[in-house]
């Protein structure tokens, strides 16, 4: 992890960056009593949780799969942190002033912008709410704490002499919000019109030549300092490839000063600059500051110098989707180096999902729908099947018939599994309390089985079991679901083939009940080993599958009746509970966890 203290620089500026580090390494830790604490009553504590956030969202169109995904990722990131009993912080929200809520607001024929924004702003909430995303803080812009956030932070970074009122004419794109170069420019003929028309080259929206009076950020000074942050920091962006594609860019061009403000007369929607309200401050610099936001910022209201308390959740670290990468990567840690505040621990960029191999849009009609895809096949399945198939450093693709199929593969794999073990033909107290006699381990019990194959898969299943956790928290440190899932898959899948290898059902007790046998010697004690390997391994893998399917892991460890406070991480141990099972039988017509569904009514079946 990267401080700001450790990176040197080699600039002067009005007030330099140099003495910000500096002064950043003698700032002392005050704790504030006024600094609200979003995470815990206990203020003695010390310890600093993990803070995840997305990126905050338009409200200019409702919701859809790549959002979901980014709540999804974080929602799983901060469970995953809490199963160890570690504290997290989850933030989320929408991003709500700006000049194209404005245009939507005004073609919605909303009294006001903040009409539209309530409205829609609802309709994320309840995209989180249908689908399991536990967030701690849902900030809007348009919150009163958020604008004296914003307008501290403004006050700090002038006072710091970064930013500088002067003429700006560009190329700006409304629906991007944002000013693009002119090498970024191509023009086309637009088909309607037959005139000529501008568009960016990157994300193809039209934009518009504008001259105005603006006030400007001091970009150009942050280049070196940002080199030399990601040089001594390889891990500040993940996956490296979107590391490599953000140093190579600042590597290769000068960066130019950032219009951060825009005209009152053009732009209403906004935070209007202090002091000078002739101009509202650009959407970005409002919409980064969020992230401070929610974590109570100003910490110190009366004071220019920002440090945040030792138990306070900053730094952050930011998920966000890659085509606002320029603006996490460059902009805010500029940002953040002008005011002197802590840089956030790392952004983790992902890629975007396609529909059928294609971007979604409406026009193709192939737009997946997260509301649909959750009241249909539930909301533990998206987020399952979300979880299982993306890879962060590229594109993923989204096609409802994988959905479904990744569905039914945890019906037929996971559900069943535990179903058998749980018929009456067995007995879960029994196949329990032979653990601690250590004949589970037993080599010359093993090898009584006669089958190498078993053998095996009996030894293997205990030792994956048991470095599970471990696995999987190791491809979570880098948000990657797919490999954390497919560790638990590895074992499933093992245990399921050892239950039709082995036969646990053609075990039967002995025919002279007056014989004294040992434990070894019991053909009933090899029922008893592949009943519990079978299910300890639907015990602990639904422990650790609770951060990515909350509700469907919680009710197979219910059906198991595994307590409700030996659900921790630490309890993913072969045998480290032996109390649960009591009592518990699957007959005939009792309800299942998931029953298999047709592919919904129209879906396109790619
Ligand atoms: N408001 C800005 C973010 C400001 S953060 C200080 C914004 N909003 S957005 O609604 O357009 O996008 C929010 C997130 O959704 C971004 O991370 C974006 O990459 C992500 N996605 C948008 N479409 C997506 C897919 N098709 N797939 C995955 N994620 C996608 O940008």
Redesign the pocket.
Known sequence: MIRVSTVSCSFTGNASIGSTYRGFKIFSIALSSSVKNPLSSNTTSITKPYYITT????VNAAP????L??MLLCDIKTRWVRLSGKPAFFTTGT?EHGLKVQIASEKNDKKNPKEFCDELSVTFKELAKLTNINYDRFIRTTDDDHLQAVKKFWDIVYEKGYIYKGQHSGWYSVSDETFYPETQIEAKIDPLTNKEKFYSKETGTEVIYETEENYFFKLSKFRQPLIELLKQNQNFIIPRNYYEIILKELESEELQDLSISRPYSRLKWGIQVPEDPSQVIYV?FD??V?YLTSTGFPWSPTSLIQKAPLNNPWPASHL?????SR?HCIYWPSFLMAAGIELPKQVIV?G??LMGGSK?SKSKGNIADPIEMANYYGTESLRFFLSENSVLSSDCDFTESRLNLSRNQFIDKICNLMLRSLSKNFSIERALSKYESGLYTNEQFIKSFDNPQAEKSIKSITADLNVLYERMDEEMKTFTTHKAINEIWKIVLKANALFNDAKPWTFKNVQDSQKEVSLIEDPLSKQDLIIFLSLETIRICSILLQPFIPELSNQLLDRLKVDSDKRMAKFAKVGKDLTYGKGVVFTKGSEVPLVKLPLREGALNV
């Open positions: 990126p905050i969202f338009y859809h799969l790549g959002h995904y980014s991003d970005w919409a980064l969020n966000i989707g890659k085509d606002i603006f992902h975007h999902w979604m």
